[in-house]
């Protein structure tokens, strides 16, 4: 029983002293050191390396996608494609059909959540593409915890533009409108595109932020 928990901590990127802490398993020192995983004790185990190998990899990537949305308004394709291929070969290698399914769900899932904002022109491809490779490394379980804090991120940034902007007043009676009269007018909605709030930004910003909240959030509670 302890040995599976362990192994599965070590798939799912999960400390194995927090499967201690919850009871699951017992003497986490040495039974990382048998199983060669990593854990406070013993931090230079293979899947230790491999869990710092993908965070600075979404580090870096996440800083790039930042960079280039802020100067170009853009996320290439070039930045975000390598990135999914590698987590889908990587993990095939390192854990056989599993793996592959372990990276396929987070990738899919960082894709399936942004893609209604896409089709809503709430944000570029660009910014689907770039949770979908980070979920391709990181997992469905980290993909969607970042999405939850992405979105906090985005409403906050989206309202301070609106403030600054001095655009709260009419989006927020446009809305109050469009919802009054939804159930008597089908197309009722349509008046928020009438004279457009600008409300736009580079909506790596959020992702970034949301990221890095996951993960550090993740790694005070040792998951």
């Not at 070590?10 to 919850?22: E, M, Q, R, T």
């Not at 050191?33 to 993908?54: Q, W």
């Not at 689907?128 to 490394?137: F, N, Q």
């Not at 928020?192 to 909240?213: C, N």
Request: hydrophobic share 50%; glycine share 12%; charged share 15%.
């Amino acid at each position: 029983m302890e040995q599976t928990c362990l192994k599965y901590a070590a798939h799912a990127k999960i400390s194995p002293d927090f499967l201690g802490k919850a009871g699951l398993i017992s003497n986490t020192n040495e039974m990382c050191r048998e199983e060669n995983i990593d854990s406070g004790s013993c931090p230079k185990g293979k899947a230790g390396l491999d869990r710092m190998v993908e965070d600075w990899i979404v580090g870096i990537v996440s800083l790039i996608s930042l960079a280039t949305d802020l100067r170009f308004r853009k996320i290439f394709n070039v930045v975000t494609y390598p990135v999914m291929l590698a987590g889908l070969i990587v993990e095939a290698f390192r854990n056989g059909w599993s793996g592959f399914l372990y990276s396929g769900e987070g990738l899919v899932l960082g894709i399936g959540l942004l893609l209604i904002p896409f089709l809503m022109n709430g944000m570029g491809a660009g910014d689907v593409k770039l949770l979908g490779a980070i979920g391709a490394l990181k997992g469905a379980a980290f993909t969607f915890s970042a999405f939850l804090y992405i979105c906090i991120a985005g409403g906050v940034i989206a309202c301070i533009l609106l403030i600054a902007k001095g655009q709260w007043k009419p989006f927020i009676g446009r809305m109050a409108l469009a919802v009054g009269l939804f159930s008597v007018a089908k197309d009722s909605f349509q008046l928020l595109d009438q004279k457009p709030i600008d409300s736009k930004f580079p909506y790596a910003l959020p992702i970034v932020i949301g990221v890095s909240a996951a993960y550090m959030i993740g790694r005070i509670h040792g998951v």
